[in-house]
């Protein structure tokens, strides 16, 4: 069965530093996509990075970056810089394999980072 | 371009009760997925909706089911509500069709408590 896992459960980082938040995927299809989401205390989830199996270079978003790597079957997020504002849950989280135009999301237990002044 | 929108926001109920939920996608999105999030379980699907059909169901009782409407707005209903129903229900859009990398967008949630 395809599952996500996220082994940190609490990051701390200070301002200004580079973290990176842990996410491996288990799914024997060879075509899936890896999804990273931010969630603030208030609730939202709100998108960040997206990776397909077959991309061929490794996502960036401004100061977000995905380290993908199939052979290991990670999909690290990098955030560069961070900001007092990046303190939330981050969520790992898959596109179904051969979920044709199914839109369900498998997802990892998350991390809670927290950004010190 | 507003974003998806869910109501209420928080919401109260006892066991036995029963209770709907709404959620109005972002405008042109025909896909509309509801999530329920504890803090043991984490986010769970509960099921899809495309174009007025389910689409795709998740492993919850039958107490919990859906609809969506011709404009695309959704409702979830939970019927004889219990304890462990408690959790924040988020509801999430996306077109519904083209490219797998499309992100799902989603509400602030409805948080439900259950007395």
């Known amino acids: 069965a395809q599952k996500i896992t996220q082994t940190q459960p609490g990051m701390f980082v200070q301002e200004k530093e580079a973290v990176t938040l842990d996410c491996t995927y288990d799914?024997?299809?060879?075509?899936?996509?890896l999804f990273w989401y931010k969630q603030p205390s208030s609730g939202e989830m709100i998108f960040l990075i997206y990776?397909?199996?077959?991309d061929q270079q490794n996502a960036t978003e401004g100061r977000y970056s995905l380290n993908f790597q199939k052979a290991r079957k990670s999909a690290n997020l990098v955030i560069s810089a961070s900001q007092l504002g990046d303190s939330a849950m981050y969520f790992c989280?898959?596109?179904?394999?051969?979920?044709?135009?199914?839109?369900?999301?498998?997802w990892g237990l998350g991390t809670s980072l927290a950004v010190n002044p | 371009k507003a974003g998806v929108t869910q109501t209420p926001r928080y919401l109260i109920k006892t066991r036995g009760q029963q209770v709907t939920l709404s959620c109005s996608p972002i405008s042109g999105h025909r896909s509309v997925s509801w999530y329920q999030q504890t803090p043991g379980q984490g986010l769970q699907f509960l099921f899809e909706y495309f174009s007025e059909t389910q689409r795709n169901k998740g492993n919850f009782p039958g107490r919990f089911s859906g609809r969506q409407f011709s404009n695309s707005r959704s409702e979830m209903n939970v019927s004889t509500l219990e304890l462990g129903d408690s959790a924040l229900y988020l509801c999430a859009s996306s077109p519904g069709t083209g490219g797998s990398n499309q992100p799902q967008h989603f509400g602030d949630g409805t948080r439900l408590s259950i007395l």
């Open positions: 990776q397909g199996s077959y």
């Open positions: 799914t024997s299809d060879p075509s899936y996509g």
């Open positions: 989280a898959m596109r179904e394999p051969n979920a044709g135009n199914n839109r369900k999301l498998i």
